[in-house]
């Protein structure tokens, strides 16, 4: 077939390490573009680029470049638009900071698309073929997520990612938790693909192991039993993002089990109940109340690898309970742990909070500054200094990621002992995680100085 157009899709990297751009070796594909690419007609010609892994080739044709554009990576996203711009080519930006701020994003690229792209797909594609694209496509609130559509997953061949198949079933999460920027986006709504379309897109791949990027996988509880039970005769293995209230629902638990899943991303945040609270992340009150003993002894009980995710730095926290939240996680031998310095994404409660209070650092636009640097504070906490946040959140990732750490934590026979192929995977993957600690640590955002 002979193609009248072409579009690049171009995943931004977050920054640079000294002079040269940062190579994330524990990338994963880039399921996003992978959507786009299958929403685009067969006649225009798609190609895809990684600015985490490769260079950008600013001279090739193209009719079109879209940017997906994270908090993280809207300072790269930028200079890459940029230097399209400069040349002469169209340039459309869309994802999560796009719709946070669309005004900001707005001033950096020829087109913005506000909202999940399925719903105007298809009417930028004929906007751009008869040159009359917009400068802002607001796409309708999207029900059924991919309806009919299986991710193209031939652009990401050849770019060396872990070897881990991503895809979704549902969007979205109805916490209203005070920091969450997924929740700001999908404004606590949460969407669910239909069954028999999750399973013809596992078929039309190749791997036995897959991560569902979800944000809370079994949001709707009834839904994701009905995906578990579809999921038992493929023999599959496979990991997400789920909220502890799961454990309420003895058969859900029992399903997804059999159904191959490994283990989750949990977000414990804080082990402390009057954190929980002021964070309005409600569903783990009643856990964090005996300090989730219960919860972590049902957890083992099922065998799941659980990587703890906790948020450091609310009004609550001291440096002597940040330290406690580090030993709590060791004692737990959870797999993994993330220790995530409190972030003011824009368009959250917590950041119009923090704004009101004047305790926005790097005039209130961090992930613009050129002084801010990846896993800095980037506000004034209320029991220590920024510098003192910092210090202890990447001391917890040190500690919790030294090789005397990996091996006293392999050693809990419920879970990382459980069978060879969980072993397997606790050894394979916490190697590259201590790496990742000390490699993105005071990362420099975009590559430009002073712009």
């Known amino acids: 077939m002979v193609t009248e157009m072409k579009i690049t899709l171009i995943k931004p990297n977050i920054g640079r390490r000294g002079h040269s751009l940062y190579v994330d070796e524990s990338r994963m594909e880039p399921l996003q573009l992978g959507i786009l690419a299958a929403l685009t007609p067969s006649d225009i010609e798609v190609v895809m680029y990684d600015d985490r892994a490769e260079v950008i080739p600013y001279d090739e044709k193209t009719d079109l470049v879209c940017i997906t554009v994270e908090t993280f990576t809207a300072r790269r996203a930028y200079e890459i638009s940029r230097q399209f711009m400069d040349m002469g080519v169209k340039v459309l930006m869309g994802g999560m900071h796009a ?18 792209a399925e719903d105007k797909w298809l009417e930028m594609t004929e906007d751009l073929r008869n040159g009359c694209l917009k400068e802002e496509y607001v796409c309708s609130e999207v029900i059924v997520p991919q ?20 895809l979704q079933f549902s969007r979205g999460c109805r916490n ?45 509880k009834e839904k994701a039993k009905e995906l578990f039970r579809a999921l038992i005769p493929l023999k599959i293995k496979w990991v997400s993002q789920a909220s502890l209230d799961m454990l309420e629902d003895k058969e859900l638990m029992d399903i997804m089990v059999k159904s191959g899943c490994m283990g989750l991303v949990v977000g414990f945040e804080s082990i402390m109940s009057e954190s929980i609270e002021a964070m309005k992340k409600g569903i783990n009150k009643s856990y964090a109340d005996n300090h989730y003993k219960e919860a972590i002894r049902m957890l083992k009980s099922y065998g799941l690898q659980i990587w703890a995710a906790f948020t450091l730095g609310h009004d609550t926290d001291t440096l002597d309970s940040i330290k406690e939240t580090y030993n709590f996680a060791l004692k737990n031998k959870f797999s993994f742990a993330a220790y995530n310095i409190l972030m003011p994404y824009p368009g959250t409660p917590l950041y119009d909070e923090l704004s009101r209070e004047g305790r926005l650092l790097y005039e209130k636009k961090w992930w613009l500054h050129p002084d801010y640097r990846f896993n ?76």
């Open 99 to 116: 719709m946070l701020l669309p005004g900001e994003v707005k001033e950096h690229a020829t087109s913005i698309m506000i909202g999940d």
């Open 147 to 166: 309806k009919g559509i299986i991710t193209r997953r031939d652009i990401f061949k050849g770019k060396n990612y872990l070897p881990i198949t991503l």
């Open 176 to 220: 209203s938790c005070s920091f969450c920027a997924s929740g700001a986006y999908f404004r606590h709504h949460h969407y669910c693909r239909d069954v028999s379309e999750v399973i013809e897109e596992i078929k039309s791949q190749e791997r036995k192991v897959l991560f569902f990027v979800d944000d809370n996988i079994v949001g709707n």
């Open 376 to 451: 800095y504070a980037s506000f004034v906490p209320k029991n220590m200094s920024a510098i003192e946040l910092t210090e202890v959140s990447f001391g917890c990732r040190k500690n919790y990621n030294s090789m005397s750490s990996i091996i006293y934590r392999a050693f809990d026979f419920k879970t990382n002992m459980r069978n060879p192929y969980k072993l397997l995977t606790y050894m394979v993957y916490n190697p590259i995680f201590k790496k990742e600690v000390f490699r993105k640590q005071g990362m420099k955002f975009g590559f430009k100085d002073g712009q």
